[in-house]
């Protein structure tokens, strides 16, 4: 029965309060369902502002994690540039290191100061020579080897032009230079170690003859000026440092457990007749002014081109060395000497060298033997082509003079030199300027005594129409001995002082049979006081 038909039935009051109590469980529901609504309505508020929560921390966390993972990247770029570049400095220094393993340079250089009894030589200040080598192993077995001189050199200028001048073409040329300079190669060449005892060689070679030529370097010395058979004369046919250009072999060949035996064996261009070509121009009081051009023609070095000679020399050493006490050599030089417009003849040199450590003193010499084969012949030869040894010109303002020499040419030239040496250090010099800082300083005292025999050495050449009228030659001889100390605090670096005493042949000139004393007509003899320094790097 529904609540209407029961409320019919019913009736009034009994109706109403029927009613009100069947609403009574409906009011209840709804309240009940309010609050589920708004209870359900909290909750999902509060599970929209979670998931609102959740989202920004999944967001914060994708932002956390892309930023960390930018900045992991970052430092792995970072460690790959910074590993790059130490990759790339340590190559460059490993590059760098290579080459400076690979390629020392070096040199060596020398000053002196001089004090003579001779007039024209003064008190003065020398710069002998400044050097410059590289030495460069190129790869293994392959070496180079360069040596470039500076002697009394400070500089050379040169100046030229090409204009038109008062309607014609005009041609400039001067060149300016410090006196006495020299600029020279004094070895140039490439190595290839086939085994110890046979390395190939070729180019610019030091000649092997004595042991001076070969190791010429100044701060190997203890006195401050070279040898008169190696350099005042000299007796060798060119003076050292004696370079030419060739090729041949060299090495060293072990006989037991001490003796070493070593050799060198080139082929050359070889020494030839060359010119030097010296003018004057000099102002004469009540006279013409003179210009003079004096042609002088001595041995020189072997060209470094094409071979006036069209003949090669031959040249070689070889010693043995028993111990590391010393060592014994002997060496030679063959060739021809004269260009093919002059009669062949031929020139040898002998030599003979060694050194030793008898302990307290060191002893080390060396003698040389040249001989210059037909000299008479290659004069008339040269004669012939020269046609006049002097011609002249005069005018009224002018005179002209051409004049032609032989020079430094001997049939016999010998000599020698010995050194004695003996190393100390007084210790009382340690704690002075001289002993501090360095390790193991040196006081060297030295003697070298020296002597030199010209045989028909070429006193004067005179020929006209090409014709020899005259050859003039006379015996010389030439000693010298040299007192002096020298300290080294460490090896490469000398400090030199020296007592010089020269002489020749009485009423002959010291000029006339050396290449350094510029002496008078009568002057024989000469004292001298050396103070010098030398260094190697």
Do not use: C
Request: net charge negative.
């Amino acid at each position: 029965m529904t609540t209407r038909k029961i409320m019919r039935h019913i009736g009034g009051p009994t109706a109403i309060v029927v009613t009100l109590v069947a609403a009574s469980p409906v009011l209840g529901w709804a309240e009940d369902l309010n609050d589920r609504i708004e209870r359900m309505e909290h909750e999902l508020h509060e599970l929209k502002q979670q998931l609102k929560d959740e989202q920004a921390a999944r967001q914060k966390q994708q932002a956390d994690a892309q930023a960390a993972e930018a900045a992991k990247a970052a430092q792995a770029a970072k460690a790959a540039e910074a590993a790059k570049t130490a990759e790339v400095e340590k190559s460059s220094e490993s590059l760098t290191r290579e080459l400076l393993d690979r390629v020392k340079v070096g040199g060596y250089g020398s000053f002196r100061f001089e004090g003579s009894t001779l007039d024209e030589v003064k008190n003065t200040f020398t710069f002998r020579r400044f050097v410059l080598t590289t030495d460069a192993n190129i790869a293994p077995r392959l070496r180079a080897y360069f040596e470039v001189e500076f002697e009394r050199f400070r500089k050379l200028e040169l100046e030229k032009s090409l204009s038109v001048q008062d309607g014609g073409l005009t041609s400039s040329s001067s060149v300016e230079g410090t006196d006495d300079s020299e600029l020279s190669l004094e070895q140039g060449w490439l190595q290839y170690d086939l085994a110890d005892w046979a390395r190939f060689r070729a180019g610019a070679i030091l000649v092997p003859v004595g042991r001076f030529n070969i190791r010429h370097d100044d701060n190997l010395w203890d006195l401050p000026r070279r040898s008169l058979v190696d350099r005042g004369v000299p007796v060798l046919p060119v003076e050292a440092a004696w370079d030419e250009l060739g090729a041949g072999f060299n090495g060293d060949i072990p006989l037991s457990d001490t003796w070493l035996a070593s050799y060198q064996l080139y082929v050359m261009n070889g020494v030839t007749l060359d010119a030097n070509s010296e003018q004057l121009a000099q102002a004469r009081v009540g006279d013409t002014t003179l210009i003079e051009n004096e042609v002088e023609v001595k041995p020189s070095n072997g060209t470094f081109n094409l071979d006036t000679k069209d003949s090669k020399a031959l040249s070689g050493r070889f010693a043995v060395s028993p111990s590391l006490k010393g060592e014994i050599a002997a060496s030679f030089y063959w060739g021809r000497y004269t260009p093919d417009f002059l009669p062949s003849e031929h020139l040898y040199s002998i030599s003979g060298d060694g050194r030793w450590d008898f302990g307290i003193v060191e002893v080390e010499g060396e003698y040389v033997f040249t001989h210059f084969g037909g000299i008479e012949d290659a004069a008339r030869g040269f004669a012939q082509h020269a046609i006049f040894k002097e011609s002249e010109l005069e005018n009224d303002a002018v005179e002209h003079e051409v004049d032609f020499e032989l020079a430094n040419l001997a049939t016999d030239k010998q000599g020698y030199w010995i050194e004695l040496r003996h190393r100390f250090w007084p210790a009382f010099l340690n704690r002075t300027v001289l002993g501090s800082p360095f390790q193991h300083p040196q006081m060297v005292a030295v003697v070298r005594g020296e002597q030199v025999w010209l045989g028909d050495l070429i006193t004067n050449v005179d020929f006209r129409n090409g014709v020899l009228t005259a050859l003039d030659h006379e015996n010389r001889s030439l000693d010298r001995i040299t007192v002096g100390l020298a300290y080294r605090p460490v090896p490469q670096v000398v400090f030199q002082l020296a007592y010089e005493y020269t002489r020749t042949d009485s009423g002959k000139s010291l000029s006339s049979v050396t290449n350094f004393l510029p002496a008078g007509s009568t002057d024989n003899e000469s004292h001298a006081v050396l103070v010098g320094t030398a260094f190697g790097f």
